[in-house]
């Protein structure tokens, strides 16, 4: 590990222009996806700013009905919260599939949203990697990419987003409040947040340099049977081939988004309209312009299969 500084911040906007203002600081939350990427030298910040003392760690009612979850907001508090279980279950689902419950007690909302991607040639610094060093070249375009994007890829990266929380959130339709350097706040849509990798994959979203999360908000909740199934090569401490977020009212109407097929969560919502049609109607609609490779194409049946799955368990 390269040395670095260290400073602990008191205020959001103390902490978003110390890191704006200076080139190669980075954030420290719980550390869960950041400190392993400096072990491994992947990442190598200057200067750490630590927000843990940010008190950004509440969950609040929102004035329209919905949450307020503040960024530093435990996975396991947020998991086990009681609004989220009764009105949003399909978020306490989806963070209770991911990591361990070791890791979900330390990693925060804003960090787990922020978690860089679980590519084999990412990790791996003695192969070329797009993301991580531009204009390298993409080893896994060619190479092992089972677990790699079947849709939303470009010619520079084919990575997959990892995370569970996240596409439970696309599903729900959040929100991302931000802080930025000089103070100001935006609220930035969920299906705005991660960028595809086109010709920048370094580029995981569409933070500016030093601006912070504060918070994620949820809108009033829409009621309807919850679902998150998460397809993996193991049954715990795996990231998804395939996940599956779903919402299904009483009169099969439905909304749903996918993990583990593109560089973030995955879902369009002009294909929900095809709910009543069944899980094949849907997915033919949410991967038309899949562009799969050989090792990859079980993804496209695997996730109709698994929203089929999910479908006749919201009938029964």
């Not at 003392?53 to 086990?80: F, H």
């Not at 009033?220 to 795996?238: C, E, M, N």
């Amino acid at each position: 590990m390269k040395s670095f500084t260290y400073e602990r911040a008191k205020t959001p906007e103390q902490a978003a222009a110390a890191v704006a203002g200076r080139p190669g600081a980075k954030y420290l939350a719980g550390g869960t996806n950041l400190l392993d990427l400096m072990k491994l030298e992947i990442e190598t910040p200057t200067h750490l700013v630590d927000v843990q003392d940010l008190k950004l760690d509440q969950i609040e009612k929102t004035a329209e009905g919905g949450l307020r979850i503040g960024a530093l907001v435990t996975n396991t508090a947020l998991a086990s919260d009681m609004a989220v279980r009764r009105d949003y279950g399909v978020l306490a689902r989806a963070i209770v599939a991911g990591a361990s419950g070791q890791l979900r007690n330390k990693a925060t909302t804003a960090g787990n949203l922020l978690q860089r991607t679980r590519c084999p040639y990412f990790y791996d610094t003695n192969m070329p990697c797009n993301k991580r060093r531009p204009g390298t070249g993409c080893a896994a375009i060619g190479g092992f990419s089972r677990q790699l994007a079947v849709i939303g890829s470009s010619d520079q990266c084919i990575a997959t987003y990892p995370g569970d929380m996240g596409v439970a959130l696309r599903l729900l339709d959040a929100k991302v409040e931000t802080v930025k350097a000089d103070g100001a706040k935006r609220a930035i849509d969920f299906a705005d947040f991660h960028r595809l990798p086109g010709n920048e994959p370094q580029r995981d979203n569409v933070l500016e340099a030093g601006e912070l999360i504060t918070a994620v908000t949820l809108p009033k909740p829409i009621g309807g049977t919850q679902l998150y199934y998460k397809v993996r090569d193991r049954a715990s401490y795996a990231f998804a081939l395939v996940s599956v977020a779903t919402i299904i009212q009483k009169d099969g109407s439905g909304r749903v988004a996918f993990g583990g097929v593109a560089h973030r969560p995955w879902r369009v919502e002009a294909a929900e309209a095809a709910f009543p049609g069944g899980a094949r109607a849907v997915t033919e609609k949410v991967f038309a312009d899949a562009r799969p490779t050989e090792d990859n194409r079980f993804k496209l049946k695997l996730a109709e299969r698994t929203l089929a799955s999910l479908m006749a368990q919201a009938r029964s």
